[in-house]
């Protein structure tokens, strides 16, 4: 199963949000939707749900309309959506049934997924009653009760403690499993890295970048060495190695911690073998890959 | 269509099942069945106020008042004969005294009697009460008519005229008004006018529900999984129905409770014409009724639905609010004209404006008669834009999910509804 998004063009009343969006989404893997606030993650996931149209472009599933293609989505909005004073069983049940699932078929999902969060002690307590994080399970529920083909989770593990993280992360992971189509939007961008094997980042209405994770930090500077060792002075030790040809600076912001740019990343072997040759004993040697939070920084900064 | 039901059904689950929903009903209907079962509790009150047309007919009349009848031109013979024309009076019969008398002033004043009433000859009298309020002038009527009747009867006894003649006499000629146009303007007023606060409490108190329901849901986010969910054609148009209907099992069950005790007790009631005219209304109109308030409610419930998609919290309504409550008021105000004129231009014109014609054109087919296409062709109209405008708020439901923060004008609505036209 293949999502596509094709050239989405979308204004409100004076607000040109997005300017010719495209990205494709495969089953079996996530996709981290990023962007800062504002940037059109939102209306494009509502797009994708058919809440409005496009003012242009399209939505495919394997080639066929949304509409047309029968599959299933699951939504976890970002501002939680259920009644706060409502029976929390008989709400996801509701939910259910307005995507097509009978009563009873409804009321046996929401009591496995009740069980599979951990919820079951509060199925027939009010949502209100209930702590942040265990409306989020309740609302993981609700999201997940009509087996969805895509699943789309809007910042899912804000108000999580690192358990019920942890659990939303098993989930996700089955989900991923299962072959279903994830698409993940966070600016929590440790669990983008975690979970999301491609990225699309929105900025100003564009895409400005997207693709394999993997890929994407290759194509960034390869050149830092980071090296630990348990020398307080190791910038001092470095300077006596004769690695003045291979390395264009040395830094140390911590004791027993350098960082060396090379002047040309392919010498990383050349100055392993320095490193092992000397009388240093490595803890670590790390070539340096950019984090995803700080390819976010500078693509998403950008005016 | 299946979610439409979902949506209906939960809706109006809700209602059956929220305690200020329930809560209301009973207090409502216990309030009724107290009112017209424990009728002797009321029956001073009500006698007075309605005016009973048999008082001697029942036990239930006590003599709970007292009367000062000073009598200088000899009608009355004893005080008996006096109370058995007054049934609701403890009468005390002098023959001097005036209305000057300081004694008989504050006899009144501290409640010794509730009235005193001067026979100066057999054609000047006075009435003196404390001042009692909206009964007083009933009082005075009562009194006038027994003495004056006693004083006719004198008078007949007086020129030797049989017993048949005299009572002849006295029997009141029955005047039966017939309006061709339409029944009898007494009751049609009572009951059209009973049906239209009806309408008016109704459309408002429900209409204000249906607002309440889409704000709250729109202020709880619940919406943003609902919009996903579900149409948003069948989520505006199941809350309308659901509350729609609940209003209409509330009202119907009100409405039960009375006519179950009104008819128990309707031995008590009949007596007294101005309920008993209520309870006449024919059945066609009671169908009318019906049918008006369900597209009444309709209509006004699609606006209110439209406006709660406009606000961010519950308590933003009230501002918001005010040009439906306009509409109400001058389909409201506008049926008072239509029961004086029902076939004045203006308001003929009016009853064909689906917005009013709930109220509009239900008085007139009350008052008055309106061709059954005038009535066809008004009610398709309403039907067809109460749809219209749900479909309306539908899309300003949809929209609204956008617009939190500010509230959108006219203007960009207008825009934003225009742009989303080809979904």
């Not at chain 1, 830092?224 to 300077?239: E, H, N, Q, R, T």
């Amino acid at each position: 199963m293949r999502l596509s998004v094709k050239d989405i063009e979308k204004s409100f009343a004076s607000k040109h949000v997005l300017k010719g969006v495209s990205f494709e989404s495969e089953s079996g893997a996530a996709l981290g939707l990023l962007g800062r606030n504002g940037a059109g993650k939102t209306t494009i996931i509502r797009i994708i749900m058919g809440v409005f149209p496009p003012d242009l472009g399209k939505i495919e599933i394997d080639g066929q309309k949304v509409s047309q293609s029968g599959k299933k989505f699951g939504y976890l909005p970002e501002e939680r959506g259920l009644y706060p004073k409502q029976i929390v069983l008989n709400q996801i049940i509701y939910v259910g049934m307005l995507r097509g699932m009978n009563r009873h078929d409804a009321k046996e999902s929401a009591l496995r997924w009740l069980n599979r969060v951990g919820m079951t002690e509060y199925a027939d307590k009010k949502l209100n009653t209930l702590s942040k994080g265990n409306q989020q399970k309740i609302q993981l529920a609700a999201t997940l009760i009509n087996d969805p083909d895509i699943i789309i989770l809007d910042e899912p593990f804000s108000g999580l403690d690192p358990v019920n993280a942890q659990m939303l992360k098993d989930i996700v992971g089955e989900l991923i499993d299962s072959n279903k189509i994830v698409l993940f939007s966070s600016h929590q961008m440790g669990y983008v890295e975690q979970f999301c094997d491609n990225i699309a980042m929105l900025n100003q209405g564009k895409i400005v970048l997207s693709g394999n994770l993997k890929e994407i930090k290759r194509g960034y500077d390869r050149s830092k060495v980071l090296i630990c060792a348990d020398i307080p002075d190791i910038k001092g030790k470095l300077a006596q190695l004769e690695i003045g040809g291979l390395a264009e600076s040395i830094e140390s912001k911590e004791p027993g911690e350098a960082v060396i740019k090379l002047k040309d990343a392919a010498d990383k072997d050349k100055l392993l073998h320095k490193l092992i040759d000397s009388d240093i004993t490595l803890d670590k040697y790390e070539i340096l890959e950019p984090t995803l939070e700080e390819i976010f920084v500078e693509k998403a900064g950008e005016k | 269509m299946k979610q439409l039901k979902t949506v209906f059904l939960y809706e109006y689950g809700n209602y059956m099942k929220n305690k200020v929903f329930l809560v209301f009903t009973i207090v409502v209907t216990a309030l009724i069945i107290l009112f017209l079962s424990v009728p002797p509790l009321f029956s001073d009150s009500i006698s007075s106020i309605f005016g009973s047309s048999g008082s001697n007919t029942t036990a239930a009349v006590e003599r709970t008042k007292s009367l000062l009848i000073v009598d200088k031109a000899g009608i009355f013979t004893s005080e008996e004969e006096a109370e058995k024309m007054l049934p609701e009076y403890n009468v005390k019969l002098q023959t001097s005294g005036s209305a000057e008398d300081a004694a008989i002033k504050d006899s009144i004043n501290n409640g010794e009697y509730n009235g005193a009433f001067f026979i100066n000859s057999g054609t000047d009298y006075t009435y003196m009460s404390k001042s009692n309020g909206i009964t007083t002038g009933f009082d005075s009527d009562e009194i006038y008519a027994a003495v004056k009747a006693k004083y006719q009867l004198s008078l007949y006894n007086e020129a030797g005229l049989s017993q048949e003649q005299i009572s002849a006499l006295m029997t009141a000629p029955q005047l039966t008004v017939i309006e061709s146009g339409g029944s009898d303007f007494g009751d049609t007023y009572i009951y059209t006018y009973v049906l239209l606060m009806v309408l008016y409490i109704s459309i408002i108190l429900y209409g204000q529900l249906v607002a309440t329901a889409i704000a709250t849901e729109k202020s709880s986010r619940a919406m943003e999984l609902l919009i996903t969910s579900a149409k948003p054609n069948n989520l505006i148009f199941g809350k309308i129905l659901g509350t729609g209907t609940a209003g209409l099992t509330q009202i119907g069950i009100w409405l039960a409770a009375v006519l179950v005790f009104y008819n128990i007790n309707s031995s008590f009631w009949s007596q007294y014409e101005f309920i008993s005219r209520i309870f006449s209304m024919p059945v066609d109109i009671v169908i009318y009724a019906v049918i008006f308030y369900v597209l009444g409610f309709f209509i006004f419930a699609a606006l209110y639905g439209a406006l709660g998609s406009l606000v961010n919290r519950v308590e933003e309504i009230n501002t918001v609010a005010l040009p439906v409550i306009v509409l109400v008021l001058v389909g409201f105000f506008g049926a008072f004209t239509a029961m004086a004129s029902p076939n004045n231009l203006v308001v003929i014109v009016l009853s064909y404006i689906p917005v009013f014609t709930p109220f509009i054109m239900f008085v007139r087919i009350c008052v008055t008669d309106v061709p059954m296409y005038g009535i066809i062709i008004s009610i398709a109209l309403t039907a067809i834009s109460a749809v219209g405008i749900g479909m309306l708020a539908s899309k300003i439901y949809r929209l609204g999910t956008l617009m939190y923060g500010q509230r959108p004008s006219v203007k960009e609505l207008a825009k934003m509804l225009k742009k989303s036209k080809s979904y």
